[in-house]
C-alpha cells in the first residue's frame, strides 16, 4: 500500500553532477525519516544521507560536502543532489523511509527499487 518510487540515476563522468529524487506514495499518515543508501557490487548497503521531518540531517563521511539531502513533505518526496561525482559512487542508490501509515500504528521501513549510478569516464 505504500510504494517509494526513485527517478534520477544514470551515468555521468567523474566531477559531474545528478540529482535522484524518491516519491512516496499510498496510506501515509506521517514520514518519520527518509534517506538514501547505496549498494555496490560486492558490498554491502551502506547509508548515504538522512533527513528527519524537522530538517535535521545526517551524511556518510564520504559524501559530506558534495551530496545534499532535501525533502518536499507537502509532496512526501525526498531528493538527493550528488556534485563533484567520483568513481567510487557508482552502486545502486535505494530509497528509504520510515513512516505510520495510521495515527495508532507503529512506524515501519519502506524501500523502493533502486536507480543505477554509475560515474565513469
Known amino acids: 500500500q505504500v510504494q517509494l518510487v526513485e527517478s534520477g540515476g544514470g551515468l555521468v563522468q567523474p566531477g559531474g553532477s545528478l540529482r535522484l529524487s524518491c516519491a512516496a506514495s499510498?496510506?501515509?499518515?506521517?514520514?518519520?525519516?527518509m534517506g538514501w543508501y547505496r549498494q555496490a557490487p560486492g558490498k554491502q548497503r551502506e547509508l548515504v544521507a538522512h533527513i528527519v521531518s524537522g530538517g535535521s540531517t545526517n551524511y556518510a563521511d564520504s559524501v559530506k560536502g558534495r551530496f545534499t539531502i532535501s525533502r518536499d513533505n507537502a509532496k512526501n518526496t525526498v531528493y538527493l543532489q550528488m556534485n563533484s561525482l567520483k568513481p567510487e559512487d557508482t552502486a545502486v542508490y535505494y530509497c528509504?523511509?520510515?513512516?505510520?501509515?495510521?495515527?495508532?500504528?507503529?512506524?515501519?521501513?519502506?524501500w523502493g527499487q533502486g536507480t543505477q549510478v554509475t560515474v565513469s569516464p
Open positions: 499510498g496510506s501515509i499518515f506521517v514520514i518519520n525519516v
Open positions: 528509504n523511509a520510515e513512516l505510520r501509515q495510521r495515527l495508532w500504528e507503529s512506524s515501519a521501513t519502506y
